[in-house]
Each structure stands twice: as C-alpha cells, then as structure tokens.
C-alpha cells in the first residue's frame, strides 16, 4: 500500500430510485444554461425530454447535443464544445453510458481550459481554470464514470484511446437512479455489469489500492456477484437493478482512487482499433488475465473466490481457482461472446496484436497489475484471449 492514502469523489452524489428528479435542483444551483450530452436511445426512451422538462421547472435553460453514437472520440467532443460557446452555456450534463458522462467531461475541461483534448494526456497538460460544472446522471450499471476523475476519448487520428485522468475531469455532482437502467437490454446489462466487476477487481488487485478503495471495491464486488444474473435475466427486477447501480458506484470510486490495471490497458487498444464496446472488451480478457495473474494475487482472489462460494471451507489457493472458475461461469451464463465470436477477423487482429501490446504498455495500467506482463507475454495473452473458451466449471476441492 502506498505511505499515503487519497479517496478522491464529486463533491456531492444522489442515489436512488427517482433522485433523476433532482437534476434541476443540482443544476439550478450550478448554473443557469445547460448543455445535455446524451445519445438518440435516450431520446427515443423520453429520457432526454424529462430532464430538459425537470430543467426548465427550476428554470434553467437547456440545449442537447445527441451526436455521441459509439464510444467517446475527439469528434464528439468538438461537436459538443461548439454548442457550448454557440448557446452560452455554463453547465454541462451527461445523461447515458460511460461515452455520455466520458464526453461531458472532455468538454467541460475544454470549455474554461481551451485546446484539444489530446494536450492532456500523460499530464502534459493541466486545467489551470475550474470546468464548467458537470452533473453526471448514468443510464447503465457499469462503468463508474460518474464517480471517477477519469475520461477516455479515442484521438480518431492515431486510433489510440486517450485515458486522461486528473482531477478536473471529476464530476461536481453525481445522480445514480436505478430506474433508469430498468431500459438497458440484456446484452449491455451483461457487459456493463462485467465492466463494473472487473473496475472493482482490479481495483482490489491494483498495486495502488489502499484500505478505503478495498472497502468500495469489497462491496461492490459482493453487491455485482450477487445481483447480475437477476439483473440480466429480469430487467424489471429493481431490486437487482438496485444493487447493480449501487455496486457500479462503488466499483468506480474505487478504481478512480487505485487505478486499473491489466484487463483496461488490454482493452483499450481492442476499442480503439476493432470498436468493440469498452464493457464487452473487458468482460472478454478479464478471465484469462485472472488466470495469468493468479499466482501474483492468491490471497486477494481468494476474497473474490469466498464472494461467490461463501459456504466453502477452502484454502486461499482452492478459494483463488474458485474466483477464476466463477468468473468464467459468469462470462457464460451472461452469453459474453470471446473476440473471435464478436466477429474479428483473425488475420487482421494478428497483425494488430504488436501495436495493441504496445499502446498497452504505453497507458500505464499494465504496471499497475499484481504480474506486469512483457510485451511478448502481452502479444501472447491477446492471441489466448482472440478463441479464449470460458467454461461452467467451478473449482473442487479434494
């Protein structure tokens, strides 16, 4: 653990079933011109005309930008910075996925700091002006974004995600309402659900992780283990949606303070090039990281393996298998497709499988992994993780 420990979060966070209702409370007190950053599902789902209607009753003004349609680039964040200055905004709110709230930040920096997104990457650059207040509102359970300081924007020029993290980039306020996941179809239920188990994991794993990150991480790894199938295979299930939401906050808290680790700085570069979702990508490498790291890590996994077998009295290295056995159930109850069956051509990810290594390496996260992979250990896990078989079994004991 390092000397010192920092829990960095926004400064104020809602949570619960209707807190959506509370965005224009929270806005009228930041601000009197919103821009929403959100996407054509939640406009079509009424999402979008709801909160420009919760708005405009404490009267607050609102403009929408609905342009972000896979994960978050540059483009969108150019696209969404000139509304800002064309309609004189002062606000920024992010209503959908991670891509939403991940935009909405870039652009809030942007707004009162100038230049281009890419300038702040590695810490080349740092906000010198406060952003524009950001309230993140999350549509998923998963990716943590609202509670993190953290943004990842894909330069479409290079065709590298940027993860760019300092504390500007950090929300001023956070709405977590369970309600509004009831919408997300199984498939991205099952995605989001594992991004988030893997932003908890690794967060635990993590060799920045410290006692308040492993109590967030802890929760939330038990809230997602024991909710998602429900989740997954009921929408409706508020209770299990309940949880998820829960879970997923925390994760992100967790991870924004320890960082992450192998499974992100794999899948960032399989995004970037292939446009695989960022929860999908995750839910692909995470088990077969887990067992690449395995023997670094025994004692923490075990935490995870006794999670989902909670009755077993095992040993850590018996209770460790069990972590990696659980998670390859979960890919398969989830129907987690592996990147062969997501449809990647084979040929074409071979031959990009030097430069994801690399762009790997060069995030950062990789070092941060119990076991910190060579490139030619990367090179191989990519290979491993392109026909990866996940399987039901669970781990026995003798």
């Known amino acids: 653990m390092n000397k010192f420990a920092e829990l960095r979060t926004p400064p104020s966070i809602t949570y619960g079933p209707d807190s959506f209702k509370k965005v224009g409370d929270k806005a009228a007190q930041r601000g009197k011109n919103a821009l929403i950053i959100s996407d054509k599902v939640m406009e079509k789902l009424g999402n979008v005309n709801q909160c420009m209607g919760f708005l405009d009753d404490c009267q607050v003004k609102s403009a929408v930008y609905l342009g972000v349609e896979t994960e978050p680039t540059d483009q969108y964040v150019l696209e969404a910075l000139k509304m800002v200055t064309e309609n004189g905004c002062d606000l920024i709110i992010s209503l959908g996925g991670g891509s939403c709230i991940d935009t909405a930040k870039a652009v ?7 230049g281009n997104i890419d300038e702040f990457v590695g810490g080349k ?111 409706s299930n508020m209770e299990a949606r309940e949880k998820m939401a829960l879970g997923s906050l925390q994760a992100g808290m967790a991870f924004s303070n320890a960082s992450v680790c ?24 995470l088990p077969a990281i887990l067992e690449f790291s395995k023997d670094s890590c025994v004692e923490r996994l075990a ?24 998670v390859k159930e979960l890919c398969t109850d989830l129907e ?63």
């Open 108 to 114: 809030s920096v942007l707004a009162s700091n100038g």
């Open 125 to 235: 650059r740092e906000a010198k002006q406060p952003p524009l207040p950001h309230i993140a509102i999350p549509t998923t359970a998963g990716t943590g974004s609202e509670a993190t300081d953290v943004t990842v924007i894909t330069n479409t020029s290079s065709q590298v995600k940027m993860m760019i993290k300092q504390k500007a980039f950090m929300p001023n306020a956070a709405i977590v309402d369970p309600e509004l996941s009831k919408s997300s179809p199984k498939h991205v239920t099952a995605a989001t659900g594992i991004d988030a188990l893997s932003h908890a994991i690794e967060a635990f794993l993590s060799k920045k992780s410290h006692p308040m990150t492993d109590m967030l991480a802890l929760s939330a790894m038990k809230l997602i283990a024991n909710h998602i199938r429900d989740a997954y295979k009921d929408g």
């Open 262 to 285: 192998l499974v992100h700085g794999m899948s960032r570069p399989i995004g970037a090039l292939f446009h695989v979702p960022h929860g999908f990508s995750n839910a692909m490498l």
């Open 303 to 326: 935490d995870l393996g006794r999670i989902f077998m909670p009755d077993r009295n095992v040993t850590n290295e018996e209770a460790a298998n069990i972590a990696v056995d659980s």
């Open 336 to 398: 987690i497709p592996n990147l062969k069956g997501w449809g990647l051509d084979e040929k074409e990810f071979t031959l990009s499988v030097e430069k994801m290594a690399r762009d790997a390496i060069e995030s950062g996260s990789p070092a941060n992994n119990p076991k910190v992979p060579t490139l030619r250990e990367l090179k191989d896990l990519y290979l491993t993780c392109y026909d990866y078989h996940f399987s039901r079994r669970r781990a026995t004991t003798k």
